[in-house]
Each structure stands twice: as structure tokens, then as C-alpha cells.
């Protein structure tokens, strides 16, 4: 079905980090298994299984919209490393005579190390538009295609067949019933 495509798309294991992918080799019974391991949840998954549990993940994040929201960190604080370049950037123009090549060097990386720090703003961008999303959302009654596309970023499955989200703004959300437990092994 649709809704199994979208979800096959974004499946990984929670182990490894491969590919999770629905085994059709039985006609009585589904089967998703991690590609790299070959490994079959010992908890057989179901496809409506796993279409409920994303479900209930989904409703559990409508209900309470603020599980999306990041540990808070000062948008403009910079690393130990943007500091120390800076200040090698300013001992550097203080010299009588200066080095222009190394110069160069020092302030490319400063910027870089700069720029590092910029997928934080944009994390928080993708925060806000989830919330945004959620709190407008009605609970679903079944499986919603569109509402998964716009906000999951991985369905990720453990080997023990624990079902959990890793939204667009990279926070994991854990189990079917929102409960934060311990996190997978994989992480990105």
C-alpha cells in the first residue's frame, strides 16, 4: 500500500542504522527485517502493526506537542574552537609582519567553524514548524500519509520490534505510546 511505501522508505534499523525492509518471501505472515544484518525482529512486526504504531506516535506528539522541543541553547554560542581561531585571528594581526597565507587559513576556518554552528538555527526553524504542524493537527483516526511525510524523518525499528520516531528536527521519539525510554543504538 501507499501508507507501507512511505513508511518502507524511511525505516532503519535500530541497531545498525541500515535499511529496515519488509520480507514477502512468506504469504502468511509479514516480516520486516534490517538489510545489512538479515536479522528478522524476534517480535514479529505486522504491517498494520507497524502502521499503528506510527499512529500512535503521531497521536501521542498531537497530544502533547512540546515532546518536539529541544534541549534550549544559546543560538549564538560558540564552540571552544570558533574562540580559539578567532583569538589566534587577532594575535596574528597584531604582528609587525604578517603572514597574509596563514592569515587566510585561520579566518576560512574561523568562518567554518562558524557556519558549523548554524544547523542549530535551522533545527530550531524545523522545530517551530512541527509545533506548528501539531498543535493544528486533529488525532488521527488511521494512518496519515501526508501528515508523515511533512514531519518523520526515519521510522526507526529496534531488533526487539520497539517502533520510534526521528522527526525532522532530529529528535527521537521514543516508542509507539510517546514514552521516552532508553534511546536506540543507532544514532545518526
Request: with cysteine; net charge neutral.
Amino acid at each position: 500500500s501507499d501508507a507501507l511505501d512511505s513508511i518502507r522508505r524511511k525505516a532503519i534499523c535500530g541497531a545498525c542504522g541500515a535499511k529496515y525492509t519488509r520480507d514477502g518471501r512468506n504469504s502468511k505472515y509479514e516480516a520486516w527485517c534490517c538489510a545489512a544484518e538479515g536479522r528478522i525482529t524476534p517480535k514479529r512486526i505486522s504491517d498494520q502493526a507497524l502502521l499503528d504504531g506510527v499512529t500512535a506516535a503521531l497521536n501521542a506528539l498531537i497530544a502533547e506537542p512540546n515532546k518536539l522541543e529541544l534541549s534550549s541553547k544559546h543560538p549564538y554560542e560558540y564552540s571552544l574552537d570558533v574562540t580559539r581561531l578567532g583569538n589566534q585571528i587577532n594575535r596574528e594581526l597584531e604582528k609587525a609582519e604578517v603572514d597574509s597565507d596563514y592569515l587566510k587559513l585561520l579566518i576560512f576556518s574561523h568562518a567554518a567553524a562558524k557556519y558549523e554552528t548554524c544547523n542549530e538555527q535551522e533545527t530550531a526553524y524545523l522545530t517551530r514548524q512541527l509545533l506548528a504542524i501539531f498543535t493544528a493537527q486533529q488525532p488521527l483516526e488511521s494512518f496519515s500519509p501526508q501528515l508523515f511525510e511533512d514531519t518523520v524523518k526515519q521510522v526507526v525499528i529496534d531488533p526487539d520490534g520497539g517502533i520510534h520516531l526521528r522527526m525532522k528536527n532530529e529528535k527521537l521519539i521514543y516508542n509507539a505510546n510517546g514514552k521516552e525510554q532508553q534511546p536506540c543504538k543507532y544514532k545518526q
